[in-house]
């Protein structure tokens, strides 16, 4: 099993980065797909989730109306757009499958940092 | 704040036990599964515990979940080194329709 994250970097305030998540070595199609994030000397975020088909998402209140978890089972990768960015949302993002199952797996994540 | 809440730090001697709290409440531990990771720096987080108190393979017993009304606690047993970590306990929450995590305990092994 590997999740592969990309599309972190550097960007400013009101900004927007698009992180992207390729899985490989099992049925993506099967499995909820989870973004978390921990911000510098801070706790672990869950921060969205999607359904195996798509149809249903969720997200943390500080990010609704900002970021949108979508996801492409063709091309086993889930995408978190993030709109509006501000320094708050600054923090390492993780990929996670199956979150709280007997199977969960975490990608080794992607540093998005807000400034100026 | 976290909606869950769990000591900032706990500590113990090598070989010696420790418990972890978490507490919530019914909208959330009350009334959902309880799960706890193991994060060390630099590292993606480790599942210990899913369901309240099942461990996934290659998870030693010397970690053990519980829950009891709307709180759950982690145990940890024969304490070694390798398990300075911070800890993170877990759940859905029906009210905010959203996952989440405690503000994690960080493990001393003096």
């Known amino acids: 099993v590997q999740l592969v994250e990309s599309g972190g970097g550097l960007v400013q305030p009101g900004g927007s980065l698009r992180l992207s998540c390729v899985a490989s070595g099992f049925t993506f199609s099967d499995y909820w797909m989870s973004w978390v994030r921990q911000a510098p000397g801070m706790g672990l975020e869950w921060v969205a989730n999607i359904k195996q088909d798509g149809s249903v998402k969720y997200y943390v209140n500080s990010v609704k109306g900002r970021f949108t978890i979508s996801r492409d089972n063709t091309k086993k990768s889930v995408y978190l757009q993030m709109d509006s960015l501000r320094a708050e949302d600054t923090a390492v993002y993780y990929c996670v499958r199956a979150i709280a199952a007997i199977d969960s797996d975490w990608g080794q994540g992607t540093l998005v940092t807000v400034s100026s | 704040q976290s909606v869950l809440t769990q000591p900032p730090s706990v500590s113990a001697a090598p070989g010696q036990k420790v418990t972890i709290s978490c507490s919530g409440s019914?909208?959330?531990?009350?009334?959902?599964?309880v799960f706890w990771y193991q994060h060390l720096p630099g590292t993606a987080p480790k599942l210990l515990i899913y369901d309240n108190t099942e461990r996934p393979s290659g998870i030693p017993d010397r970690f053990s979940g519980s829950k009891s009304g709307t709180s759950a606690t982690l145990g940890i047993t024969g304490l070694q080194t390798g398990d300075e970590a911070d800890y993170y306990c877990g759940s859905w929450d029906n009210s905010l329709s959203a996952i989440i995590f405690g503000g994690g305990t960080k493990l001393t092994v003096l």
């Open positions: 019914s909208s959330n531990i009350g009334n959902n599964y």
